[in-house]
């Protein structure tokens, strides 16, 4: 599940997932500058970096601004992907898009108990030869957060 705004960050989690991703879901953000316009292009290119027919899924917000609209979106995509493919690894990528979407898709994530995933903005590679995903790890390029399932009732109690 990522998060496009920006082309870089978006296609270096697709690279580093690439051998295991079977489905992506992006959210795009409305209006002239937003990312939804530019969506067939985010998903040919998904797939080129993937090197294979990933499938790419949309998932388009009506108000970019709007924290409980956003969250909501996430949520349902978050959950689209759960009842697809509960025996699947779920990651939320969180490395690009604006502020307000990062917070809704880490909260929808965290209700749901779902990995959050951020890919710092730093090179990748050494003498051109690409970091291993360990290798992110350990140099902290790679943050990962991982939440064990709270439910709604748990978290009123």
């Not at 949520?75 to 990528?93: F, H, K, P, Q």
């Not at 730093?122 to 992110?136: D, R, T």
Request: aromatic share 4%; charged share 25%.
């Amino acid at each position: 599940l990522l998060l496009g705004s920006n082309w870089g960050p978006l296609l270096a989690a697709v690279e580093m997932h690439g051998d295991r991703l079977e489905s992506c879901t992006v959210i795009t953000t409305p209006d002239k500058v937003g990312s939804s316009k530019h969506f067939a292009e985010a998903a040919r290119l998904i797939r080129l970096v993937a090197g294979r027919d990933v499938e790419v899924v949309e998932k388009p917000l009506r108000h970019a601004y709007d924290l409980m609209h956003a969250t909501s979106v996430c949520g349902s995509a978050i959950d689209d992907l759960l009842n697809d493919a509960s025996d699947r690894e779920i990651i939320a990528d969180i490395t690009g898009g604006l502020s307000l979407m990062t917070a809704a898709l880490a909260l929808a994530a965290r209700e749901r108990g779902v990995a959050l995933q951020y890919l710092k903005q730093a090179p990748l590679e050494e003498n051109g030869i690409a970091f291993s995903v360990e290798a992110m790890r350990e140099r902290s390029l790679l943050v990962e957060v991982r939440y064990e399932h709270v439910s709604k009732v748990e978290q009123a109690a």
